[in-house]
Nanobody
Framework: QVQLVESGGGLVQAGGSLRLSCAVS????????VGWFRQGPGKEREYVGH????????WYGDSAKGRFTISRDNAKNMAFLQIDTLKPEDTAVYYC????????????????WGQGTLVTVSS
């Protein structure tokens, strides 16, 4: 059974930083791309970015460029999303997802999803 479990969300003041984690089990982690998405209150799900199987390449959505960094540790079956200089508009539930191959920003390409972790940024 494939499981993705996000953690690290919480309440943070604007300007702060958070590191979200995604623990993956039930698949050969190094064979899968990991993506991050978010959904803010009253908003549609938004692509944050994704990382290649090896971790050697990353892609980001327009809203994530500059403040978001995706990484992974294949030895620990973990992926991470570092968010710096948090803004109130970053308030959202953040999801990690995985698939063997994906197109940039296409959520339906992902086969497995976590339950999400809530990030709330206060002004």
């Amino acid at each position: 059974q494939v499981q993705l479990v996000e953690s690290g969300g919480g309440l943070v003041q604007a300007g702060g930083s958070l590191r979200l984690s995604c623990a993956v089990s039930g698949l050969t982690f190094s064979g899968y791309v990991v993506g991050w998405f978010r959904q803010g209150p009253g908003k549609e799900r938004e692509y944050v970015g994704h990382i290649s199987r090896s971790g050697g390449a990353t892609w980001y959505g327009d809203s994530a460029k500059g403040r978001f960094t995706i990484s992974r540790d294949n030895a620990k079956n973990m992926a991470f999303l570092q968010i710096d200089t948090l803004k109130p508009e970053d308030t959202a539930v953040y999801y990690c997802a995985s698939a063997a191959t994906v197109r940039i920003g296409v959520a339906r390409d992902y086969d497995y999803w976590g339950q999400g972790t809530l990030v709330t940024v206060s002004s």
